[in-house]
């Protein structure tokens, strides 16, 4: 089992809709979550940063974690086609730990304009 | 955030030939990574490029095959060498940044025939 699951999709949507993308993991000791996102033959961009379990909302973005279920989403409201890119999740133990990120393999998604 | 160039942004290469990626980031930064991204499959670490000492080398990756090189504290190359079809993939310079966080470059895709 992996450490981090995420669907690969493909997830299509119309403009407008309500996204909602997950990560489940396994390891109870991972305090810091990430969203990030990557356009085709681009880099991955740092889309959100969380700590430990909550909301945090940016914009269109929201990411929320529940720790208690080992479960993290990102929510975009207002689908755009610029959004359309895949999406990856990302989690760490410890604030400095960079080494020691783990990665989702990443949703890809396709809003439809 | 900082700026991070990442050149070759893509390469066609032929097997048993050898292929250097350059990052170069716009403001000094302590720590480096490079990472691989298989198609379907999440970003990998290589290694950590140390300035003034050896890379750091995950399992699974040895200096024979990515030599790394860190000469200064804004610039790395990755050396993929030998390459076989199984190197076909993206390549990702990654630093910390701001607050921990980690920031990529725009990447290499990197085809072995």
């Known amino acids: 089992q992996k450490e981090v699951e995420q669907d690969p999709g493909p997830l299509s949507v119309p403009e407008g809709a309500i996204v909602s993308l997950n990560c489940t993991y396994s390891?109870?000791?991972?305090?810091?979550f990430m969203w990030y996102r990557q356009y085709s033959r681009k880099g991955p961009e740092l889309l959100m940063y969380t700590y430990s379990s909550g909301n945090k909302e940016d914009g269109r973005f929201t990411a929320q974690v529940d720790k208690s279920s080992k479960y993290i989403s990102l929510f975009i409201r207002d689908s755009q086609p610029s959004d359309s890119a895949t999406y990856l999740c990302?989690?760490?133990?410890?604030?400095?730990?960079?080494?020691?990120?783990?990665f989702g393999s990443g949703t890809q998604l396709t809003v439809l304009p | 955030s900082a700026v991070i160039s990442q050149k070759p942004s893509r390469d066609i290469c032929q097997r048993g030939t050898s292929l250097t990626i350059q990052c170069q980031v716009d403001?000094?930064?302590?720590?480096m990574f490079w990472y691989r991204q298989q198609p379907g499959q999440s970003l990998t670490l290589i290694a950590t490029?140390?300035?003034?000492?050896?890379?750091?080398?995950e399992s699974g990756f040895v200096i024979d095959k990515f030599p790394i090189s860190r000469p200064n504290l804004t610039f790395s190359t990755l050396t993929v060498s030998n390459m076989s079809p199984e190197d076909s993939s993206i390549y990702l310079c990654?630093?910390?940044?701001?607050?921990?966080?980690?920031?990529f470059g725009s990447g290499t895709q990197l085809s072995v025939l």
């Open positions: 403001s000094q930064v302590t720590m």
């Open positions: 490029a140390n300035q003034g000492s050896e890379a750091t080398y």
């Open positions: 990654s630093v910390v940044g701001q607050s921990e966080k980690l920031f």
């Open positions: 990302a989690m760490k133990y410890a604030r400095t730990s960079a080494r020691q990120l783990t």
């Open positions: 390891n109870s000791a991972f305090q810091y």
